[in-house]
T-cell receptor, first 113, second 111 residues
Framework: DAGITQSPRHKVTETGTPVTLRCHQT?????MYWYRQDPGHGLRLIHY???????DKGEVSDGYSVSRSKTEDFLLTLESATSSQTSVYFC????????????FGEGSRLTVL | DAKTTQPPSMDCAEGRAANLPCNHS???????VYWYRQIHSQGPQYIIH???NNETNEMASLIITEDRKSSTLILPHATLRDTAVYYC????????????FGAGTILRVKS
């Protein structure tokens, strides 16, 4: 399995506080993704990255920002968390789009009270 | 991305083949069929993908109809550990498509 880890794995925070989730991969993969998963919605793409400092929005990007200053790290930030952002967040990476294979992290469960 | 339709759930006896269908009648000529699965609350796991030809790897076989409007994922000898949600996705990542995970099929393997 690709070495992709997420931190923190669990977090409880209050509405209005900033939150940053970290995705770290040791495989030198160029492409990285952040998804959220909620009951009844499957996995929905938040943001993705084609390389260092090269990011773009997914289908549910409002309220989220990302940064990728190094190949191995892709950060997801909730500037002011809301209860609707309570979810399980998954990070994924792939070395190339031709492979069709995304490697997923274990997920980060975020609860916003 | 192509719209895909999967049954919400299926049961399979342990040791038997599990055949998971997927309809993707709107798939375009350059879109692949990808299959992933998600066991309990873990991150999704890639299984296999194909364009036109049938594909096989150590995990499963993928049978795509000649008109490419549907496909079947086959787990040849299902085990209890294969109980998971299986996602069928039609897309071409090289063309900028992102993988869109729908509701999938819940496969329950029973002893």
């Amino acid at each position: 399995d690709a070495g992709i880890t997420q931190s923190p794995r669990h977090k409880v925070t209050e509405t209005g506080t900033p939150v940053t989730l970290r995705c770290h991969q040791t495989e030198n993969h160029r492409y990285m993704y952040w998804y959220r998963q909620d009951p009844g919605h499957g996995l929905r793409l938040i943001h993705y990255s084609y390389g260092v400092k090269d990011t773009d929005k997914g289908e549910v990007s409002d309220g989220y920002s990302v940064s990728r200053s190094k190949t191995e790290d892709f950060l997801l930030t909730l500037e002011s968390a809301t209860s609707s952002q309570t979810s399980v967040y998954f990070c994924a990476s792939t070395p190339g789009l031709h492979t069709g294979e995304l490697f997923f992290g274990e997920g980060s469960r975020l609860t916003v009270l | 991305d192509a719209k895909t339709t999967q049954p919400p759930s299926m049961d399979c006896a342990e040791g038997r083949a599990a055949n998971l269908p997927c309809n993707h009648s709107t798939i375009s000529g350059n879109e692949y069929v990808y299959w992933y699965r998600q066991i309990h609350s873990q991150g999704p796991q890639y299984i296999i993908h194909g364009l036109k030809n049938n594909e096989t790897n150590e995990m499963a076989s993928l049978i795509i109809t000649e008109d490419r409007k549907s496909s079947t994922l086959i787990l040849p000898h299902a085990t209890l550990r294969d109980t998971a949600v299986y996602y069928c996705i039609g897309a071409n990542m090289e063309y900028g498509n992102k993988l869109v995970f729908g509701a999938g099929t819940i496969l329950r393997v029973k002893s």
